[in-house]
């Protein structure tokens, strides 16, 4: 079968490799599409901490199972499946809690396993075991289903947030994750959605989603528009959907007092560091939180909405590849071109 398979920064090759043989408790998939995420554009170009090369990468994949163990009773073959790509051991004691997000054994499909840039993928057991096989409702194709990752994570995001009726939200970042954020706050019940974003063509994009209030963060002054958007008491949970540790610091600034800020987007490993105001923290009482990947169970109830139809996922998706053109998908992503390319192998 074809695959693309990262061996270093930068060199991804496109093979010939063995089509996966199966265990009795695993399953084959016959990938039907897998989206390139913002972090297979940084491995591409970086690596990744976690990453064990050689490696296919694409952990936002979907397919048709074509094999299934023996041992296993509740998958079947033709099932469409989408395959949650965070792995939790579910024997650890965050596992234990429920926190799977935190599981101290976390695995990742594109990443330790190979993953979804190829003609066939096989699922692990600890995959199946862990509850990360979702069917794929019959009215989604699976280019559209391969958005169920990313909005898995904006959902637990969220959650972490307690994002809700009445709440002003400033999304700052206006990628696929931001415009997801945006969606998400209103489907929750935000009262008004202002999304920051400084690439002119992300700001055009932006405008297809559920945002209020667009700001360009070069041409405009944030803070003052977010504050007259706000009546001057700034904004009850602010999103940082970027990889910016200046975002990170200006997101305090924007909120209001109590308000609730998620530092979503991760910051380079080689350059983690920010400065903040601690004061804003202390005399207005607000709380930071991170948010990292999902849980299985956010992945099936991001399916169920996707469903529903609650996100528009032919804006998300801009451009559809075949897997000879994954680099030029990449490409793409990274220009800010398109805000999801998804990889038909």
């Known amino acids: 079968m074809r695959a693309a398979v990262f061996h270093a920064p930068e060199d991804l090759r496109l093979e010939d490799v063995p089509t996966p043989r199966i265990s009795d408790d695993e399953i084959l998939l016959r990938v039907g599409a897998c989206a390139i995420c913002g972090g297979d554009v940084r491995a591409y170009h970086f ?7 050689p490696v296919t990468l694409g952990h936002e994949a979907t397919g ?51 993953g979804g840039f190829a003609q066939f993928m096989l699922v692990p057991y600890a995959a199946i075991r862990a509850g990360c096989v ?6 989604l194709s699976f280019e559209e289903a391969t958005l169920a990752e990313p909005l898995a994570c904006a959902i637990n995001g969220q959650e972490l947030l307690n994002v809700g009726m009445g709440d002003t939200v400033v999304v700052i970042g206006g990628g696929p994750l931001g415009c997801m954020h945006a969606d998400l706050a209103k489907l929750r019940g935000a009262r008004k959605v ?18 209020d209030v667009i700001v360009n ?23 940082v959907a970027a990889p910016s ?39 207005r009482e ?18 169920d909405l996707l469903a529903a139809g609650k996100f ?25 071109r398109v805000l999801k390319v998804v990889v038909r192998p």
């Open 47 to 53: 690596g990744a901490r976690n990453i064990n090369a």
């Open 64 to 114: 048709t199972i074509v094999e299934v163990g023996k041992s296993l009773t509740s998958l079947s073959l033709t099932q469409r499946v989408a395959v949650a790509p965070a792995i939790p051991c579910g024997d650890c004691r965050y596992c234990n809690r429920g926190i799977q997000t935190m599981c101290d054994n976390l695995r990742s499909l594109g990443y330790e396993f190979d």
């Open 134 to 139: 979702n069917t794929i409702p019959d009215n």
């Open 194 to 211: 202002i999304l920051v974003e400084v690439q002119e063509q992300r700001l055009e994009l932006a405008r297809k989603f559920s945002v």
């Open 217 to 239: 963060g070069v041409k405009e002054d944030v803070g003052k528009r977010v504050f007259e958007e706000t009546g001057g008491f700034g904004a009850s949970v602010v999103v």
């Open 245 to 283: 540790a200046q975002a990170q610091a200006q997101a305090l600034t924007l909120a209001a007092k109590q308000a609730r800020v998620s530092f979503f987007g991760g910051l380079p490993k080689n350059n983690p560091m920010v400065t903040i105001n601690a004061n804003l923290l202390h005399y």
């Open 286 to 303: 607000l709380r930071i939180v991170g948010a990292y990947g999902s849980k299985p169970r956010h992945n099936r109830l991001a399916l």
């Open 312 to 336: 528009r996922t032919s804006t998300l998706i801009g451009m559809v590849v075949p897997l000879e053109r994954i680099e030029e998908g990449i490409e793409a992503m990274a220009k800010g």
